[in-house]
């Protein structure tokens, strides 16, 4: 949200204490004093810390979380950008270490895009469900509602994999999101599961139900001195699997913010599971400092904002096995157990530079309560982040066509489909919503047989490596084939991998990342490929046609900026031929090893020509084993 505001002469400009660490504890009186903290630099989390009214978690006659609505204007001096940032309260503003439930602080966060002066006003207002717009009367709170000041921002220092150094991660009506910073396109890898990534002992009032708690004890050894941890030492578990999924070159992991009801039920952002009116401020503080150090990481966040049992008021998704289903926000309906639950994790969680919000895992919601929500978040969030949904494979022809183009302000496609089915499915998204009119970002989010996705790596606790799909094994060499390589050739923006919930380290239980240790090498040597041979994937297309038809067991995949470079992509080896006709000029010929990366190399041809169809020849080695063919314009 962007425009020009015209700031009074009368503003009170208040003395602004900047720091980095130290919680910003209210006062007593709440007299309205402002503190500004953070690293004050371009795209580093600025919070904004107001001592307002004193309020606690469980308060009914006057709700801290649906009958004050905070919320701060931030605007860079030149006039733009400028943001309607939600507020949120905060307890005692360091609930993350002490689990208070009440106090009088009130926060607010803002990423800023520039350096520079940027000023601020707080508006504070009460009444019945004001903080969701919905309020017959509301009224000013003095002395908190006009609070206004300014401050002073940096240029960022960070490079790298550091969100920081890259911007916020936007979409630009293309099917790739691109860095606001530096222009970059982003392309994603990372895992799926487990969904319950959030059902972590070391989080407050986090309790078992459906599936026990996580210790994340794997990766321990993996947390490094210098990292964040919460109450003396908690956390280090969690912090330290992200910090291994960066380290193995992923980007990107995901997880669900709301449980109740489904196959875990062992996650809400609520003081209780069933009192969806009261947010759990210490443990969110906590979700809070695990996201955040998801940023510097360069890891994509993909909230995944509900799952089938409980988007809606059908019990098992596909299985509408019918009743009310108590865990269901308003019965799929945008009221206000909705709009609450939108409002405060964009609030809290809306300044992280790279995620997207998605609809529901498998959602089963109408196209009119889907669009109903996503215009919703749409309106709250300052920032505009990227919308998606998820759905089941065989209702996707039924679920996306009406929410395509302008039937609604979604930005993408989660897909869920067989791990073989990856490229036709998201080719077909891809060219679907191109003609539509609003090209949607599309990703390979689960992989079925829904039983055992992803398998663990050969040897991981005695697994074999294969899993199965109906009576024909397959293993991680076959997902690299034709999801992950058919996902990027289908110009699609990447893939999360799912574990199943049959095999070790499943979907539910998994506290290992380790346990797919090999196909995180696969990702990172394919994420790798486009940068280190600057391949302008942002401009390409799907053009299997220039590589005509193959059996399906020897398929052949094409991903072209015709004229200038093609990649031909050969699961199983072999040889092909490119058609040039439309084409002019010399090509080079060149291959890559997908499943070890390196340099290119040398084939039996060197060079072909436009105007023609011709031979790319045989690999330089391993003629059956998987390679990426490069064929590039001469300069």
Not at 275 to 288: E, R
Request: hydrophobic content about 30%; aromatic content about 10%.
């Amino acid at each position: 949200m962007t425009g020009h505001l015209c700031f009074p002469a009368n503003w009170t400009l208040l003395v602004i204490v900047a720091c980095v660490a130290a919680p910003a504890v209210g006062h007593e009186d709440g007299n309205g004093g402002v503190r500004i903290t953070g690293e004050l630099k371009q795209w580093h989390k600025v919070t904004l810390s107001l001592d307002g009214p004193p309020a606690r978690e469980r308060d009914e006659d006057l709700n801290p979380f649906t009958d004050y609505r905070m919320t701060v204007v931030f605007e860079h001096e030149s006039g733009t950008p400028r943001y309607e940032v939600p507020g949120y309260f905060a307890a005692d503003g360091d609930a993350a270490n002490s689990s208070a439930e009440e106090g009088n602080v009130w926060r607010a966060h803002l990423s800023p895009d520039k350096p520079g002066t940027w000023r601020y006003r707080v508006s504070f207002v009460k009444g019945k469900n004001a903080a969701l717009g919905d309020a017959e009367r509301e009224s000013a709170v003095a002395p908190y509602d006009g609070v206004s000041g300014t401050f002073e921002i940096a240029p960022t220092d960070k490079t790298g994999r550091d969100l920081r150094g890259k911007g916020r991660l936007e979409y630009v009506g293309k099917h790739y999101l691109q860095f606001a910073g530096t222009g970059e396109y982003f392309l994603k890898a990372g895992p799926d599961a487990p969904e319950t990534l959030l059902a972590y002992k070391d989080f407050d009032g986090t309790e078992t139900r459906g599936a026990p708690l996580k210790s994340w004890s794997p990766h321990v050894k993996d947390w490094r001195p210098g990292d964040p941890s919460w109450k003396d030492g908690r956390g280090k578990g969690l912090i330290g699997a992200l910090n291994y999924l960066s380290a193995k070159g992923c980007n990107a992991f995901s997880f669900l913010p709301y449980n109740a009801g489904g196959d875990g039920d062992n996650v809400w952002p609520f003081v209780a599971r069933d009192d969806k009116l009261h947010y759990d401020c210490s443990k969110l503080d906590q979700w809070q400092i695990v996201f955040d150090h998801a940023q510097p990481l360069g890891l994509y966040l993909h909230f995944k904002l509900q799952e089938t049992e409980n988007d809606d008021n059908t019990r098992g998704g596909a299985g509408k096995q019918g009743g009310k289903v108590p865990a269901a926000l308003d019965g799929g309906d945008l009221g206000v157990e909705r709009k609450l639950y939108c409002r405060e994790l964009i609030a809290r969680f809306g300044h992280e530079l790279a995620l997207n919000w998605n609809l529901g895992e498998e959602n089963t919601q109408t196209p009119d309560q889907q669009r109903a929500m996503a215009r919703y978040l749409r309106e709250v969030d300052p920032y505009d982040h990227h919308i998606v949904v998820h759905t089941y494979p065989g209702a996707q022809d039924k679920v996306y066509p009406p929410l395509l183009g302008e039937k609604s302000v979604l930005t993408g496609a989660s897909l869920q489909n067989s791990w073989s089915q990856a490229h036709e499915r998201t080719s077909k998204w891809v060219a679907e919503s191109a003609r539509a009119g609003r090209p949607w970002v599309v990703a390979n989010d689960e992989q079925n047989p829904a039983s055992h996705g992803v398998p663990p790596d050969p040897g991981y606790q005695g697994h074999d490596g294969f899993a199965l799909q109906g009576d024909k094994k397959y293993n991680l060499h076959d997902i690299r084939k034709h999801c992950l390589w058919g996902t990027l050739t289908a110009g699609g923006m990447g893939v999360e991998y799912y574990f199943g919930y049959q095999l070790p380290e499943n979907d539910l239980l998994c506290e290992d990342f380790r346990s797919r240790d090999k196909s995180w090498d696969y990702c990172r040597i394919a994420l790798g490929f486009f940068g280190e041979h600057g391949i302008p994937f942002h401009e390409m297309q799907c053009r299997d046609d220039l590589v005509g038809a193959a059996p399906r067991d020897n398929r052949r995949y094409c991903f072209a900026k015709p004229g200038e470079v093609y990649l031909v992509y050969l699961p199983t080896g072999g040889e092909a031929e490119l058609n040039l006709q439309d084409a002019s000029g010399a090509y080079t010929v060149a291959w890559f090893k997908p499943r070890e990366g390196g340099p290119l190399e040398k084939g039996e041809v060197n060079t072909i020509s436009g105007g023609q169809t011709s031979s790319l020849g045989a690999p330089p080695s391993d003629p059956k084993e998987d390679w990426l063919v490069v064929v590039r314009r001469r300069k």
